[in-house]
């Protein structure tokens, strides 16, 4: 007998029911609420009623066996399955564009477990960022990792998207922040990896999973680094004259052994358009927040030492009020007024760069997309928010106000001008944002023969080729 895709379908959805009743949905309305992510063309396409996908089954399991059950039935069955967290991805990541089963991992809310000693949490994938941070700080704890999405992401999408918050300087990126973590893969069941993440038995398999975007397998809880809310966090603001000294204090200050944890250098234009708006001010210029935190002492050397460094670099010290108004306002940038809204085109050319390429990348991206669209009124507003002992990576915001009847063809071309001119510079074509359908055509510019090994591995982890299909150039 032939199995129609229909009659295949029901199958699927018969035997998800039999095992998780009524955690199992094909109602309209349900999966109307998975077609779009926070990618521009699946916004785009969504608003025009053209949805760029939709599951024909969303499931939302209530205990980490009930994935591994999900991930086995759509490895059985052949049909496709895409983890979605918060859905706050810029990427298209979680869109089910090969139709199938969603998983929507809202259910998994349970924070397991805190070691005050270790200092770290064991929670579930679904658990919301605001809200674990919320009961960690009511412990006198926090987790370091504060991306500017933290009201809608979760942890699993942090994980799985290999993302980066405000204070990453200073605490590092969430694969910095994580110690293990349990996940179902198609060979069945679920998996532990190695309890800490320094260790000499075998290669890492937790990293293996972070930044895999749902294509190995679904991550269903995670133990995760925590530190102890600071006794102190201190703000400063200065003004360099240029990216390039800006860029050089910085990198002066981090190599001997400072760790502001907010870095933040706005580059003129994003000055006028981006920090002025919200911190209230008329200003122009190469603006910079530092923050530094910790025990009062170690904090104040740290911005005594950062805003000598500054200063030899011919920066002028600003009312340090500024800093605290752009942290207490840091979050306005993404909410009206200020966030763009539909019929604009908008993306984040997110791009990350070693030291002797940064000054390059960035006047790559000057040229080849702020330069040549400024005359449909396109503004590229790029900051510097991510520092590292080698480098700095660029948060490239472009804007178009209107797109007209062929915005999505300029939308490819923006990024597709955008990322040619940072990969030709030598820069890495993203930081935290991930790669999701988005970037997934530039893989095999980025990772040349790498990306067969990515596809070998991918093979073996999922011979089927049930996770997130169409994913990541894999
Ligand atoms: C306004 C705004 C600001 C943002 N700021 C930041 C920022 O400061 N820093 C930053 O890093 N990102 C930022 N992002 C991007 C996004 O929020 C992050 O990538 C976030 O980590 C995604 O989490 P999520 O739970 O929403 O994941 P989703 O969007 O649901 O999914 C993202 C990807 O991860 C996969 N996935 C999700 N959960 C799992 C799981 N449990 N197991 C396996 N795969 C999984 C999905 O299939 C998809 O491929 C921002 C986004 C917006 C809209």
Request: contains cysteine; negative net charge.
């Amino acid at each position: 007998m032939t199995t129609t895709p229909s009659a295949a379908r029901s199958n699927v959805e018969a035997t998800l029911i039999a095992a998780l009743g009524d955690a199992v949905s094909t109602a309209p309305e349900r999966l109307d609420a998975f077609v779009a992510d926070t990618y521009w063309p699946a916004l785009h396409a969504a608003a025009a009623g053209t949805p760029l996908a939709r599951p024909d089954i969303v499931v939302r399991p209530r205990t980490e066996d009930e994935v591994a059950e999900v991930v086995a039935i759509a490895n059985e069955h052949r049909t496709p399955v895409v983890p979605w967290g918060g859905g706050s991805g810029t990427q298209g990541g979680c869109l089910p564009i090969r139709g199938g089963i969603v998983i929507d991992l809202c259910g998994l809310d349970q924070i397991l477990a805190i070691d005050e000693r270790s200092m770290t949490v064991t929670a579930q994938a679904g658990v919301n960022g605001r809200r674990l941070e919320a009961e960690l700080n009511a412990r006198g704890l926090m987790f370091p990792h504060y991306p500017a999405s933290v009201e809608w992401a979760t942890v699993g999408g942090y994980i799985a998207a290999r993302g980066s918050g405000v204070l990453s300087t200073r605490y590092g990126k969430i694969e910095d922040l994580l110690l293990s973590l349990r996940v179902a893969t198609p060979a069945g069941g679920l998996m532990d990896t190695v309890a800490v993440p320094r260790h000499a038995v075998g290669p890492e398999l937790t990293q293996l999973f972070v930044g895999s975007e749902g294509t190995l397998g679904v991550i269903t809880s995670a133990t995760l680094q925590l530190v102890p809310v600071p006794a102190e966090r201190r703000f400063a603001a200065v003004s360099f004259p240029s990216i390039a000294a800006g860029t050089d204090a910085i990198r002066r200050t981090l190599q001997l052994g400072h760790r502001p944890s907010v870095v933040r250098m706005y580059d003129d234009v994003a000055t006028q358009l981006t920090f002025a708006p919200v911190v209230g001010e008329e200003l122009s210029g190469v603006y910079t927040v530092f923050a530094f935190e910790g025990e009062a002492e170690a904090a104040q050397l740290e911005e005594r030492r950062t805003l000598e460094l500054a200063t030899e670099a011919g920066a002028t010290v600003l009312d340090p009020a500024l800093g605290r108004r752009w942290w207490d306002r840091r979050y306005d940038f993404y909410h009206p007024p200020h966030n763009p809204e539909l019929p604009s085109i908008w993306g984040t050319l997110d791009v990350v760069a070693t030291y002797d390429r940064i000054q390059a990348v960035y006047d790559a991206l000057h040229s080849a997309v702020r330069e040549p669209y400024a005359d449909i009124g396109l503004e590229l507003r790029m900051h510097f928010s991510h520092w590292y002992l080698w480098g700095t990576m660029i948060y490239g915001r472009f804007v178009v106000p209107d797109g007209g009847p062929d915005a999505l063809a300029l939308h490819d071309r923006i990024w597709e001008d955008g990322m040619t001119a940072a990969l030709d510079a030598g820069g890495v074509m993203n930081d935290h944002h991930g790669v999701g359908i988005k970037l997934g055509p530039y893989m095999r510019r980025q990772h040349g023969a790498a990306l067969d090994t990515m596809r070998q591995i991918k093979a073996a982890l999922d011979p089927n080729g049930v996770m997130n299909p169409g994913k990541m150039g894999l």
